[in-house]
C-alpha cells in the first residue's frame, strides 16, 4: 500500500508590525487608539502552547474597519510563560493586519506609532522569514 503524504501551506499574506516599548499592554492600546483614531478594544487572551508542553497566555485587542474589510489585532510578544514570537525577543507588541496593506500604508502605520512618545521602536517584520510564523494564524 502506498502512502499518501497531506502538505498544507498557509497563506501569510498579511502585515506585521513589531512594537518595542515599555508601555503596559492597555496604555499602548489608549495611546495608538488616539493617535490613529482606532478603537481596539480588549479581546480574550490568546493561548499558545510552547513547546515544552505549557501554556503561555498573551493579551489581544482587536479593532475592524467594516468598509475595508480589514481587521487589526495588538498582541503582546511577552506572556505568561514565553513569547509569541520568540526570534523577535526585542519586541514587545505585534500588530497584525489580517490582508497585506500597500507598501506606503504600511510605511505610513510605521510612521505614525514610531510618532508616540513611549514607544521606542517600530518596525515591519516580514512574516514569511519568521520560523514561529504559525503563531499569527490564530485571525
Known sequence: ?????????????????????????????????????????????????????????????HHTFENLETEFYLVSNKGTAGLFIPENKETDFILVANQRLSHAEEKKLVQLINRLSDVQAAYLIDAESLKSKENLLFM
Not at 518595542?20 to 489608549?30: A, P, T, V
Not at 482606532?38 to 498573551?58: H, I, K, P, T
Open 1 to 61: 500500500m502506498s502512502k499518501k503524504i497531506l502538505r498544507i501551506e498557509y497563506d501569510f499574506d498579511f502585515s506585521v508590525i513589531g512594537i518595542s516599548s515599555q508601555l503596559k499592554d492597555y496604555r499602548l492600546c489608549w495611546f495608538i487608539n488616539h493617535a490613529l483614531e482606532l478603537e481596539f478594544s480588549r479581546q480574550d487572551d490568546l493561548e499558545l502552547l510552547l513547546e515544552n508542553g505549557s501554556a503561555s497566555y498573551f493579551s489581544c485587542y
